[in-house]
């Protein structure tokens, strides 16, 4: 009987598993880059991107490294990698390419960029794959690439060498409409948006989406950098909006110490290596400025004002993820993220439910997302938190297993939402929960 049992569970496991590669299949452009879902998110996103490629390194490891090449395709000479990457034209987005009106010759792209995951999730699909050779000789290739856009993250970003790097867009920190932004936001002026028309809404019930004035200010930054031709450093000084983004900042930290790792595998030269130790060096120091002791996380800050933008948010818990804070604030964050996750069936809300503004239906500002997921149970497993990290793997396996690969999940509920046949939902299925 027992054994029945077993092989029923493992044969539905093995099901997931196919519909998860055929859904990175279908959502599969020329062989080359994997459009997050279609209709909705018709392109190459960065992160995406990134996690996508270590779905596709679980069953077809050319394909992970085709993933990260037509990603780099877009990367500006200036060493930004873009945000969007617009191969093709499509109609169902906005905003599309003649809106941003970014000037890559390399490439049609968005002006902005995303978290930075790319190095940690290269060092994963290496690590996963299993002719090493070629991935070697693949990742000696791109090593100045990613060595190119980290350092654009710590010039252009981070011109005063405070050790934390500045983010002018919510999009920026691909956790739009957290409400980490409310605020800040609102020093972004309205007064000369153009008219424009989403393009989300028609696919998606508004109530899972950033709202009308979101959009608002989100076009009106849009709007102003294209002033400014995305002179970066001007916009350093200029930008209404400027926030040390908990989230990017902790990705950069861990970026650099895979980069740093990846750096020991190929010919990368002693200077480079030494660069890439003094941001570290630069970012451990900066890091305490975002803890608050009060709450017992760390926190985003507003640059403008010098405050911190005090809420209990998923991105608050990346920073286990960075792996430079200290064992007793991971252990303190652990607690506050039991404490939060009380009235939750699927952990981690992306807003603590105990927050007025916590709403479980929409996008950033309550529902569950698995890369995120991802990255805080890794995190606590650097930090030995590993009941925690247990709870988040199996109760995020099970949302994903009983509703599909949806965007993002209600945590109470478990119920999936957003945008259907998601390739980064899928993609952690294949590479992080499909064990058992
Ligand atoms: C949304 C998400 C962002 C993601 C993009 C494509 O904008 O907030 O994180 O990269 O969709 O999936």
């Known amino acids: 009987m027992l054994s029945l049992l077993k092989s029923l569970l493992s044969r539905s496991t093995s099901n997931t598993r196919i519909q998860a590669q055929q859904l990175l299949?279908?959502?599969?452009?020329?062989?080359?880059?994997?459009?997050?879902?279609?209709?909705?998110?018709?392109?190459?996103?960065?992160?995406?991107?990134?996690?996508?490629?270590?779905?596709?390194?679980?069953?077809?490891?050319?394909?992970?490294?085709?993933?990260?090449?037509?990603?780099?395709?877009?990367?500006?000479?200036?060493?930004?990698?873009?945000?969007?990457?617009?191969?093709?034209?499509?109609?169902?987005?906005?905003?599309?390419?003649?809106?941003?009106?970014?000037?890559?010759?390399?490439?049609?792209?968005?002006?902005?960029?995303?978290?930075?995951?790319?190095?940690?999730?290269?060092?994963?699909?290496?690590?996963?794959?299993?002719?090493?050779?070629?991935?070697?000789?693949?990742?000696?290739?791109?090593?100045?690439?990613?060595?190119?856009?980290?350092?654009?993250?710590?010039?252009?970003?981070?011109?005063?060498?405070?050790?934390?790097?500045?983010?002018?867009?919510?999009?920026?920190?691909?956790?739009?409409?957290?409400?980490?932004?409310d605020e800040p936001i609102k020093a972004v002026p309205l007064d000369d948006l153009q008219p424009y028309v989403r393009q989300d809404l028609a696919t998606i019930n508004p109530a899972y989406r950033p709202t009308n004035e979101d959009y608002d200010y989100y076009v009106a930054l849009l709007q102003l950098f294209k002033t400014h031709k995305y002179d970066q450093i001007k916009l350093y000084e200029i930008s209404p909006f400027k926030v040390a983004d908990i989230g990017i900042n902790s990705i950069l930290a861990r970026a650099n110490s895979d980069l740093l790792y990846m750096m020991t595998l190929c010919d990368s030269s002693e200077e480079d290596r030494q660069t890439v130790l003094n941001w570290l060096d630069m970012q451990a120091k900066a890091f305490e400025g975002f803890w608050n002791s009060d709450r017992g996380v760390y926190q985003s800050i507003n640059l403008i004002t010098g405050e911190k933008l005090d809420f209990v948010t998923s991105g608050s818990f990346l920073s286990l993820w960075s792996g430079l804070i200290p064992f007793e604030s991971a252990s303190i964050m652990a607690s506050t993220l039991e404490n939060m996750c009380h009235a939750t069936k699927v952990l981690v809300p992306s807003l603590s439910a105990d927050d007025a503004k916590y709403d479980r239906y929409r996008y950033w500002r309550g529902p569950v997302w698995a890369i995120i997921n991802f990255m805080i149970y890794d995190g606590l497993k650097i930090y030995d938190q590993k009941l925690l990290a247990d709870q988040i793997f199996n109760t995020t396996r099970t949302a994903i297993k009983t509703y599909g690969f949806k965007e993002y999940y209600d945590p109470v509920s478990g119920e999936g939402l957003g945008g259907d046949n998601f390739s980064w939902t899928a993609a952690m299925w294949l590479y992080w929960l499909d064990k058992k």
């Open 25 to 181: 299949r279908d959502n599969s452009e020329d062989d080359a880059y994997t459009v997050p879902t279609r209709v909705l998110y018709p392109f190459q996103w960065n992160w995406d991107s990134c996690f996508t490629s270590l779905g596709w390194v679980t069953f077809d490891e050319d394909r992970a490294w085709a993933e990260i090449a037509s990603l780099l395709k877009g990367q500006c000479r200036s060493g930004k990698i873009p945000h969007i990457i617009f191969h093709k034209d499509s109609e169902s987005y906005f905003p599309g390419p003649d809106i941003w009106q970014y000037d890559n010759p390399e490439m049609k792209t968005s002006g902005i960029s995303q978290p930075p995951v790319l190095a940690t999730t290269v060092r994963m699909t290496y690590e996963r794959c299993k002719n090493k050779e070629q991935a070697l000789s693949f990742i000696n290739s791109i090593m100045p690439k990613i060595f190119a856009y980290h350092r654009w993250w710590h010039e252009r970003r981070d011109p005063h060498n405070t050790g934390l790097v500045a983010t002018y867009h919510p999009w920026e920190t691909g956790r739009d409409n957290s409400v980490e932004w």
